[in-house]
């Protein structure tokens, strides 16, 4: 019964959650762009009197608009052109694919697995490939042989070349766009996180987005950038400072806050006068602001100020700013390399993304099966409608439940409330071919402006436009276009939904492997930091970045999947509660509070070091090994051990011994330092341990 209940109250959730309108807008210069295309080849197309060339260009410009308009991480010109040229060929190949019958799945099955894969690169670039294979399958089912199928596919290309085209008008705003959208998301939550204090969680996700962001630059563009590595580096740093001090009382937070959030703005409008804000009443106050607190912020702000003025001087040509080895630490080397470690993460069986390319690529050659299969719904639909079937059970696959069957549900509504309103606005036998012309181009333009919005709002256009341009063209009856995409779209979204209940990927029985993973790469990064005490320069700047982000995107991946639980219908069989994951991930929180704290204390000078420590590194790295494995193989945690060898490494060696003859004040600072550095990584560890078994935190 209970079981039955928790389904029933995961479908409720997933159906409310489907009917929800996001409040989201599209980059406005991306979006203006995209609709001049659009419009010039409506307008071309209709103007050359040939209603094919007008379908298509519109297909080509549509799609490939949207290619540009979502967010990006590599300039618009380099991305109209890359998604413009793999849509193109694509459709091209589909003109041959045609020739082969049913035997088109089996390549499908491939094509749609490698685009699953490619969503190892992010949401949008997975997005991004599936619309190629889309592009395929449209040529493959609707051209009636190869040379039609070429002219198809020739004014396809046609419409991507405007979406190139479009990219060069004006305005072009500072270099680096969507790298400097990043950095500003980077520093928006930082101002979000010193305003919280100790009450706040920094996320990590803006900065894993940030680091991608300059990391894709490919070699020759990175000197030019060099001041957005140099205010990544000083975010870093800005972090760390705001870690330390998160549980001061003498913060002025709000004019700290203050002064990040004009960083912010300027570097995402690249105008001086957004940074006005950080000079005016706050400055004034940091100005008074004295204390060990003030030391450590006040000099990690005043950095991010100066590369944020310099920022705005546009004077990013080579060899105008010191672009120095250190600006540089722990980004990978290229887009190559970054996509080789992507992809290698994510091909091996256990992954969450591996199990997900096999569920689309199932998903597509069973959609586009069935929907040759079912054929014209009885007189009711159109002929050569396979790949829209197809086309939604690919864009409806996620490798989550709750957004699988978010996505499913919310198309699925979305194209039956636009066929039902395509339909009844073509009852009136007023529409002739200019009026189609002009409809179809409005509600393209139309999906346009509500792309981020929700599944179900975006489809409730898209309908309603293929019904109008099918009803331009005059090939098929619009009103059987309007109810036979509506039911592809069920159709299509249903498959989907069956695919991922027969091939799931559950979360709530993944937690304990993703906090053990989590609690293997810390396990690296506090061996790494602790033993930086043992001598001056011992922490390698390159490997600790690396050794960052991994921690980061294991963080990332639990808290996805923590959020994913509300969705699931088995989550009442996790291992930990609600509350006990709300309180693993303030603990994980605090682990990582540990570890700014104890790189903020690496030894400076030789005289810093404190060699003791490396024997606790061996201990913690011990511990924390057990832990992973305990976690891992969901077997009774082994804890209790580390504050009793952190206690005989301090009794035993001279950890503990902070009197110094030699020091003005017969104390050493170092040590001193060094302790409270062990003890809170001690501290935070127990309680993760502690919350982990179940016990309160």
């Known amino acids: ?165 479009a990219q060069f008008l004006p305005p072009y705003g500072p270099r680096h766009h969507n790298q400097r959208r990043s950095l500003a998301a980077l520093y928006s939550a930082l101002a979000g996180y010193a305003a919280a204090g100790s009450a706040g969680r920094l996320p990590s996700t803006p900065f894993t987005l940030a680091r991608t962001a300059l990391g894709v630059l490919p070699a020759f563009a990175r000197r030019p950038a060099g001041p957005l590595f140099a205010l990544y580096g000083a975010a870093e740093e800005v972090r760390r400072a705001l870690k330390m001090t998160a549980h001061a009382t003498d913060v002025p937070r709000t004019a700290v806050a203050a002064t990040l959030n004009a960083v912010a703005a300027a570097v995402r409008s690249g105008r001086a006068t957004d940074l006005d804000a950080a000079f005016g009443a706050p400055a004034r106050e940091l100005e008074h602001w004295r204390g060990a607190e003030a ?169 309603a436009w293929i019904v109008f341009l099918i009803g331009g063209i005059g090939l098929y009856p619009a009103a059987e276009a309007a109810w036979g995409r509506a039911a592809d779209t069920v159709v299509g979204a249903l498959v989907g939904m069956v695919i991922f209940l027969i091939l799931p990927t559950y979360h709530h029985n993944r937690l304990p492997e993703l906090l053990a993973r989590w609690v293997e790469a810390q396990r690296d990064l506090f061996g790494a930091l602790l033993e930086g005490y043992a001598r001056v320069g011992a922490v390698d700047p390159a490997g600790l970045g690396t050794l960052r982000d991994r921690a980061r995107q294991t963080r990332e991946r639990l808290e996805a999947a923590i959020g994913s639980l509300a969705h699931e219908p088995r989550s009442h069989r996790a291992r930990w509660s609600a509350t006990e994951l709300a309180a693993i991930q303030s603990a994980v929180f605090d682990v990582g509070r540990a570890a700014a704290l104890v790189y903020g204390n690496l030894p400076r000078t030789r005289s810093d070091a404190v060699p003791e420590t490396a024997l606790f590194a061996a201990e913690v790295r011990d511990h924390l090994d057990r832990l992973a494995e305990d976690l891992a193989l969901d077997a009774p945690l082994r804890t209790g051990d580390l504050r009793e060898a952190f206690d005989r490494v301090a009794s035993d060696g001279r950890l503990a011994q902070l009197t110094d003859p030699t020091a003005p004040d017969g104390i050493s600072h170092a040590r001193s330092r060094a302790l409270t550095a062990c003890l809170q990584t001690v501290t935070s560890v127990e309680r993760l341990e502690r919350v982990a078994m179940g016990r309160a935190a």
């Open 295 to 463: 030391d450590l912020v006040l000099p990690r702000l005043a950095e991010a100020l100066d590369i944020a003025r310099y920022t705005l001087r546009r004077s990013d040509r080579p060899g105008e700013f010191e672009m120095g080895e250190q600006h540089l630490v722990g980004f990978p080397a290229g887009a190559a390399r970054f996509g080789r470690q992507r992809l290698a993460a994510e091909l091996r069986p256990g992954a969450p993304l591996f199990m997900n390319s096999i569920r689309l690529a199932v998903g597509a050659a069973a959609g586009e099966a069935i929907g040759r299969w079912i054929g014209d719904f009885g007189g009711h639909g159109l002929p050569s409608h396979g790949f829209w079937a197809a086309l939604t059970t690919i864009l409806v696959l996620f490798p989550d439940y709750g957004h699988t069957l978010t996505r499913g549900w919310g198309r699925s509504a979305g194209s039956v409330i636009g066929g039902v309103a395509a339909w009844v606005l073509l009852l009136p036998d007023v529409w002739n071919h200019d009026a189609m012309v002009v409809a179809a181009t409005v509600l393209a333009l139309l999906a346009f402006y509500v792309l981020l919005m929700g599944q179900w709002v975006l489809n409730i256009f898209i309908t």
């Open 1 to 165: 019964m209970y079981a039955g209940t928790m389904w029933w109250s995961s479908v409720a959730h997933t159906l409310a959650a489907a009917t929800r309108v996001e409040r989201r807008w599209c980059e406005p210069r991306a979006l203006a762009r995209a609709t001049v295309a659009l419009v010039a080849g409506s307008v071309i197309g209709w103007a050359i009197d040939d209603r094919m060339a007008w379908a298509m260009m519109m297909v080509g410009t549509f799609i490939c608009g949207i290619c540009t308009i979502l967010p990006a991480t590599r300039n618009r010109f380099s991305l109209s052109l890359i998604s413009g040229a793999a849509f193109t060929a694509a459709v091209f190949a589909g003109v041959y694919l045609h020739e082969l019958g049913w035997w088109v799945l089996p390549v499908l099955f491939v094509g749609a697995y490698v685009a699953g894969l490619w969503r190892a690169f992010g949401v949008v670039p997975g997005i991004r490939a599936c619309l190629v294979v889309i592009g395929a399958m449209i040529t493959a089912d609707l051209s009636p042989g190869v040379d039609q199928g070429l002219i198809m596919a020739r004014w396809i290309a046609v419409g991507a070349g405007m979406v190139v085209v």
